[in-house]
């Protein structure tokens, strides 16, 4: 299972402000901190359940949000996380986005679009590659087809376009036997 | 309550309602083979599926197919107008229900969808999913042969693409039973002007059909139906 446990558990005892959240600044720990648990810290930003956001959200390291979210969220290389309590009303665009709270909106993803047990996803969602667990609720449309790849990925969605010409070869045998 | 606590308690209330996921039983189908050759024709399918969204099918037909798949579950809306009263409505929902432009669609998972709406919905649904297909689209849906039991518990049935040639059905609550079986000649009706391609009645009192729309002629409207 991924790392449930740190994605929501708070990086730091107060509840992060809004504009803390939205410049997304590493909370400074203590020395005593264990290195594992530091980096954690580091690495994730939490915006706790009480904190509302109307605007833009851009990040260059991983996020999870508790809170509410109206606008845009923008995390191009790093991960998202809806945590349970998280309300998002935007388009969203990250590396990866995992849900568990509720998402209004279309979500695009470099790598992977993770709908968990009980995560709501109202809108479109573009990602390589999309899990929905079987509790999870989503309306909207999935494309999994690579638009605006980067050069590195291109050669992959070929790979998969070749892929998907196989298996739609394989297909019209297995028909035409019936 | 710790929340990994929450999340566990969470997850078996979710198992516990539904009928062993990992247990429930593998049907054969001989139509969704035919289906997805159906699709196999264009470069990136628009699929529509009626159905509760299911990982494993959005993963089998937008990852192995590269389909681009719409999903819109229409048990949930059922379910609402069976709990709120509001049954003599559906049938004015269903007609505004899907947003999705005339010919737009390649291919429309059904699946047994039909089993749960009476004559007077079944009617306008199928002229939305007839309106939404292109031509040269195809159409699957499953249709029961036997008639409901009293008495038995109201469920419906989440079909999970095994592989081409098998579904496993996974059973959920519903908020109202399987209606009077459709006959074949009202099923021929409902859907006209789509033309029946593929039609196979099951051990398992399911009647599996594949529709397709008339292919367009070059500088015309589809082409009439053969019989």
């Known amino acids: 299972m991924w ?9 730091s005892g107060q509840p992060a402000t809004p504009a803390a959240a939205a410049s997304t600044q590493p909370v400074p720990t203590p020395a005593a901190v264990q290195p594992d648990v530091r980096r954690i810290e580091r690495d994730i930003v939490n915006i706790g359940k009480s ?61 992977k679009v993770d709908i968990r047990d009980g995560g709501s996803v109202d809108g479109d969602i573009i ?7 079987e509790g999870a609720h989503f309306r909207g449309s999935v494309d999994m ?16 376009q070749a892929e998907k010409a196989q298996a739609s070869a394989s297909a019209q045998p297995q028909a035409a036997a019936h | 309550m710790a929340l990994s606590d929450l999340f566990s308690r969470r997850r078996k209330e ?36 009626l ?8 993963s089998f037909f937008g990852e192995q197919l590269g389909c681009k798949i719409i999903v819109e579950d229409l048990s949930k809306d059922i379910d609402r107008h069976v709990r709120d009263g509001l049954l003599d409505q559906l049938p004015a929902f269903l007609m505004k ?47 029961g042969t036997a008639q409901p039991q009293p008495g038995s518990r109201p469920e419906y049935t989440r079909h999970v693409v095994v592989d081409k040639a098998n579904l496993q059905h996974r059973l959920y609550a519903a908020a109202r039973p399987k209606q009077r079986p459709l006959p074949n000649r009202d099923i021929q009706l409902l859907f006209e002007p789509l033309r029946i391609v593929e039609q196979f009645l099951l051990k398992t009192n399911l009647r599996e059909v594949l529709f397709r729309k008339a292919p367009e002629t070059p500088g015309g409207p589809p082409v009439a139906p053969s019989a």
């Open chain 1, 3 to 11: 790392k449930r446990d740190e994605a929501v558990r708070p990086t």
């Open chain 2, 51 to 58: 159905g509760p969204v299911v990982g494993t099918n959005v």
């Open chain 1, 127 to 133: 990602s390589p590659r999309v899990a929905i667990a």
């Open chain 2, 97 to 143: 229900r899907f947003p999705q432009e005339s010919a737009s669609i390649d291919g429309i998972l059904c699946w047994d969808v039909f089993d749960y709406i009476e004559k007077k919905s079944a009617k306008p649904l199928a002229e939305q999913l007839i309106r939404m297909l292109r031509p040269d689209g195809v159409l699957l849906a499953f249709f």
């Open chain 2, 14 to 49: 979710h198992a516990e309602s539904e009928v062993g996921a990992s247990d429930a039983p593998v049907h054969p189908t001989k139509v969704l083979a035919r289906f997805i050759a159906g699709l196999s024709s264009r470069s990136q399918p628009v699929l529509l599926d």
């Open chain 1, 51 to 111: 904190v509302v956001i109307k605007g833009e959200l851009n990040g260059s390291e991983d996020l999870t949000i508790e809170g509410h979210v109206e606008g845009r969220i923008e995390l191009k290389d790093h991960v998202l996380t809806i945590g349970p309590n998280g309300k998002i009303k935007a388009q969203v665009f990250a590396k990866a986005v995992i849900v568990l709270g509720e998402v209004n909106g279309n979500v695009t993803a470099s790598e």
């Open chain 1, 145 to 160: 087809q690579r638009k605006g790849a980067q050069p590195g990925q291109q050669k992959a969605a070929s790979s998969s």
